[in-house]
DNA sequence: CTGCTCGGCCTTTTT
DNA sequence: GGCCGAGCAG
């Protein structure tokens, strides 16, 4: 037996209670850095010293990196353990696996990510026969994601299907399951949808996993969703010692089908649960974390809670305003060089955040430029890069045969003679014997409309994957390598003599050592593994933490992390909160989550940057500070950085550039940084309806026009009529009583 | 069938 | 400013 003194000898009453909590239900409630972390994994430690065997406990965490340290961290408190420790997707893809062949799914299915998926709704639909579709393929996609978080079958959604979007969604959804099932895939959705809807109508399955997994516990429980609530919520039911751990002011990811009431109601779903706060941070100094509270208080849906720490004040947060975005991502490196060259800190212990990966670009070269080490955290843009893709179909379709999607990718890269006419008379030839295209090849003597060059490259094209497929016992790097020789993809990159194709084969190369990597880190993992891995990884799980560079991600993939010394990036109206969630109360709270989230990932240091000018989509504009820095406490420090002397002429060019183009915009006036307003500010007396409300020199945003300066107002009700000058959109009038703006800033 | 150019579109955040 | 798809010449 183990020893559980040292578990819970440095802990504080509350973790050590949500340790040792026994059986039956438990909510933790832990706010930003109260060590949650620590007590999940101390929970799992104190589970397996008490006596459950390890098969009996089923851990979930958020991210794959989160799971893999988790896993590390109770190996060294209960060494030789064998606890399931994964994210939701892929217990489903695991538990797909298994119960598969179970459930009538082939078990080398494929999963698909969103770009994939955004190609089977596009078939899908063009198979509909629906003309002029008003609706992108990756809108329905997203629609059709939403359904199946909601469990909802094709037959089910489409009762729900009342108004015409709808109804051309539940037709494409009908042919996607179908097409993702003709090729034996899954989607991101089916890795939740199929294992809930699973269990729920499997009793047999349901009571064989619930009594396997008696002990189930959930990380950053407020982004579950329903899918995810309906698994957890299943496996919880003869033994329910479901343990969540959640705080629903993280919560950003309602977008995503996340639903923060699954957190809030956990209590009416489970009656029996004990509810414990962590509400203690350890993590920041009383400056970050009062600023961070003050904001998040401005959030209306929120039960109020404080949040406190007994850590020193430290240094005031500030709030950076620069003239331009490159200033920002000059200033925000020389900042850093210059904390590590004073030997406050290390490259590492810096992180920049930013609402859009967008905003990378400019920092990379600022950070190129005054010789900043750093990473941009973003996992899979390395396999995202086309001869990754590709290279990553071939294996794809060796794995599963019946992938569509691969076989469309590769079948002509590198060029077999294989046109667009050629393979659409294949896929009806394909559909109409219901095979896989990869089997309707090695036939392509029965379709007699397909010959020349077309018919013996897609012969050679069978052939090849035959040979191959022999081979599949290879490792998967070792498999990589013979794809590259034989499919002669290699070969076409080395012939071209273009730079571009030897960066490509650098990369290709690249691949082979990431698959010689895995492998090597354990013998027994397949192909079929490597893959689930690359499409299941998410942004933070290709960071490295060991090596001293300073971390660049957006503020959703920050959640659960914490850096000594914290940049936020273009804390501006428009960026964060974000345009697309203005005027919608619920999403501008989330919005307000995740600067709320950006903040507490800060111990030492947190500054907050904006620019006075944005360039967006090669146009410049100029930027209205965040309504969150308005919100901050007043000890908050504002700091004019746009160094007016060196920093004029980079000013200057924008202004240039600028240019008459754009000369029928004018300075809105905003000022980049202000200090915060007393509460007390007297509002005007306005009359609803009356051009009051939009009087000259406002600064108003518009959904679809962005921001713009109110010219002139006049009339009253339906007579009104307000002219707006817009940045990159001119000058638009609106009239009557109900004007689609919100007014951003009121004339000074 | 291939490869090129042009034009329209987009762009939140991610498993 | 970048990507994808359509359209056209070879």
């Known amino acids: 037996m183990i020893d559980v003194a040292p578990l819970l000898a440095d802990l504080t009453d509350d973790q050590r209670a949500a340790v040792q909590h026994g059986e039956g239900p438990l909510l933790i409630l832990a706010a930003a850095g109260s060590g949650k972390t620590r007590v999940i994994t101390r929970r799992v430690a104190h589970l397996l010293a008490t006596g459950v065997p390890a098969r009996n406990i089923l851990a979930i965490t958020f991210t794959n990196k989160a799971a893999g340290e988790m896993k590390a961290r109770v190996e060294k408190l209960v060494p030789g353990n064998q606890v ?35 190609k089977v709704v596009k078939a899908a639909l063009d198979a509909t026969g629906i003309d002029n579709v008003k609706y992108s393929p990756e809108r329905i996609a997203s629609e059709i994601s939403k359904a199946k978080n909601q469990l909802l079958t094709p037959p089910q959604y489409e009762r729900t299907a009342t108004d015409f979007m709808r109804q051309v969604v539940a037709k494409v959804y009908h042919g996607y399951e179908k097409r993702l099932r003709m090729a034996n895939a899954m989607d991101f959705d089916d890795l939740l949808y199929l294992p809930a809807r699973a269990l729920r109508e499997n009793e047999e399955l349901r009571r064989d996993l619930d009594a396997r997994f008696k002990y189930v516990l959930i990380d950053e429980y407020q982004d579950t969703n329903m899918a995810q609530y309906e698994i957890a919520k299943r496996l919880s039911i003869d033994h329910p010692n479901l343990c969540v751990v959640g705080d629903p002011d993280q919560s950003i990811y309602k977008w995503r089908g996340s639903d923060i009431k699954n957190i809030l109601d956990f209590e009416r779903d489970f009656p029996a649960a004990r509810v414990i706060t962590l509400s203690q941070n350890y993590r920041s100094t009383k400056n970050i974390l009062h600023a961070a509270g003050v904001l998040i208080d401005h959030n209306k849906q929120r039960k109020k809670k404080p949040l406190v720490t007994d850590n020193e004040q430290g240094t005031p947060v500030t709030a950076l305003a620069f003239e331009t975005g490159s200033d920002e991502a000059d200033g925000v490196a020389q900042r850093i060089k210059e904390a590590v060259q004073q030997g406050r800190f290390k490259y590492r212990d810096h992180a920049v955040f930013m609402r859009i990966n967008a905003l990378t670009r400019s920092l990379e070269s600022a950070f190129v430029k005054h010789g900043v080490p750093f990473q941009i955290v973003k996992g899979l843009a390395f396999f995202e890069r086309k001869e990754n893709r590709d290279v990553l179909a071939y294996l794809r379709l060796l794995a599963n045969p019946q992938d569509a999607i691969s076989f469309l990718r590769i079948v002509n890269e590198p060029s077999r003679g294989i046109g667009k006419v050629s393979l659409d008379k294949l896929q009806s030839f394909a559909a109409d014997q219901e095979i896989g295209l990869l089997v309707a090849a090695g036939q392509v003597a029965r379709v007699t409309e397909i010959k020349g060059k077309a018919a013996t490259g897609l012969r050679d094209f069978h052939r090849l994957m035959t040979e191959l497929r022999a081979r599949m016992d290879l490792p998967p790097h070792e498999l990589v390598q013979l794809v590259l020789e034989k499919s002669g993809y290699e070969t076409m990159l080395k012939e071209s003599g273009d730079q571009e194709d030897a960066d490509r084969l650098a990369n290709v190369g690249e691949l082979i050592t990431a698959a010689k990597q895995f492998w090597d880190e354990d013998n027994s993992r397949t192909v079929t593994d490597f893959l689930e891995q690359i499409t299941l990884a998410s942004d933070v799980d290709g960071w490295d933490e060991q090596s001293d560079q ?118 809105t006036g905003a000022q980049p940084y202000f200090p915060p307003k007393p509460k007390t500010e007297i509002k005007p007396n306005i009359v609803p309806g009356s051009a009051d409300e939009f009087a000259p020199d406002a600064v108003v945003q518009h959904a679809e026009y962005g921001f713009g300066k109110v010219v002139e107002a006049t009339g009253f009700g339906a007579l009104r009529k307000v002219k707006v000058q817009f940045a990159g959109h001119g000058t638009k009038v609106f009239a009557g009583a109900s004007i689609p703006l919100k007014v951003i800033k009121r004339k000074a």
Not at 91 to 108: I, K, V, W
Not at 589 to 602: D, K, N, P, S, W
């Open 550 to 667: 300073v971390s660049v991600m957006t503020l959703h993939a920050s959640k659960g992390l914490e850096f000594p010394v914290v940049y936020m990036l273009a804390v501006e109206q428009g960026l964060l909160p974000h345009e697309r969630s203005v005027g919608n109360t619920e999403e501008e709270e989330e919005e307000r989550r995740l600067c709320f989230v950006g903040m507490t990932r800060a111990m030492k240091e947190l500054h907050l940057c904006s620019a006075r000018l944005r360039e967006k989509r090669g146009q410049i504009n100029y930027t209205i500070p965040s309504i969150f820095l308005q919100e901050l406490p007043r000890e908050v420090k504002f700091v004019d950085a746009s160094g007016r002397n060196q920093a004029r002429s980079a000013a200057d060019e924008y202004r240039a550039k600028i240019g008459p183009a754009a000369s029928d915009w004018a300075d």
């Open 84 to 118: 399931w420790v994964s994210t939701f997707h892929s217990l489903g893809a695991r538990l797909l696996r298994m119960y598969g062949e179970r459930l009538g799914f082939d078990r080398n299915f494929t999963i698909y990510d969103t770009d994939d998926r955004a």
